[in-house]
């Protein structure tokens, strides 16, 4: 068992999404049927990313589903497809993309904000968000040290946004309020 993926890009000059978001919806839904629950599809004006966590390569299958998927909207002889078989060629993969958007400041800014979108969505993922969290998490260290992070102010924000508040700490932070409240008043 292993994280595997498959990237689809357009050698198209116009970038624009290569499914509409509630096409991929369906499509991620066509695959968590005939491949299991850990699959994640992140379509970007870019390309698409198929996460699958199996023992088997599905690269064929899911291949041919894009194509059928996007048989009307795309000139398919324009796409690109590249298949990540180990985690080492996952990580190899998804760490060069990114390293490749920190490079466009408003492209990086919006694939953050949509990984951490999917990331909320899927949260009861066992093995595809974990460990693709992990490769994110390496990769904006990186930037972070080597002062190369693009819109660090803004990422921040939207990372803290993102990350739900302890109970145990709001408990805390309201008994602090209410003991500052109360010597206030003495």
């Given at each position: 068992m292993g994280i595997k993926s498959v990237n689809i890009r357009s050698v198209d000059i116009k970038r624009r999404l290569l499914m509409s978001s509630s096409m991929v919806a369906v499509f991620?839904?066509?695959?968590?049927?005939?491949?299991?629950?850990?699959?994640?599809?992140?379509?970007?004006?870019?390309?698409?990313?198929?996460?699958?966590?199996?023992?088997?390569?599905?690269?064929?299958f899911i291949r041919e589903s894009v194509l059928l998927y996007t048989l009307k909207q795309v000139d398919q002889s324009k796409l690109k497809f590249r298949n990540n078989l180990s985690k080492q060629e996952v990580y190899q993969s998804f760490c060069e993309a990114l390293m490749t958007f920190a490079q466009y400041p408003q492209i990086f800014l919006a694939y953050v904000k949509k990984f951490i979108h999917i990331k909320r969505k899927n949260e009861s993922s066992k093995h595809v968000i974990p460990i693709l969290s992990g490769f994110f998490e390496e990769v904006l260290k990186v930037l972070t040290e080597t002062n190369k992070?693009?819109?660090?102010?803004?990422?921040?924000?939207?990372?803290?946004?993102?990350?739900?508040?302890?109970?145990?700490?709001?408990?805390?932070?309201d008994l602090i309020s209410e003991i500052l409240l109360k010597k206030h008043y003495n």
């Open positions: 991620e839904s066509f695959l968590k049927e005939n491949i299991g629950d850990e699959v994640l599809v992140v379509n970007t004006n870019i390309g698409m990313e198929v996460y699958y966590y199996s023992e088997n390569d599905y690269s064929t992070m693009p819109h660090y102010e803004k990422i921040r924000r939207v990372k803290n946004k993102s990350q739900k508040p302890d109970p145990e700490k709001l408990v805390v932070q």
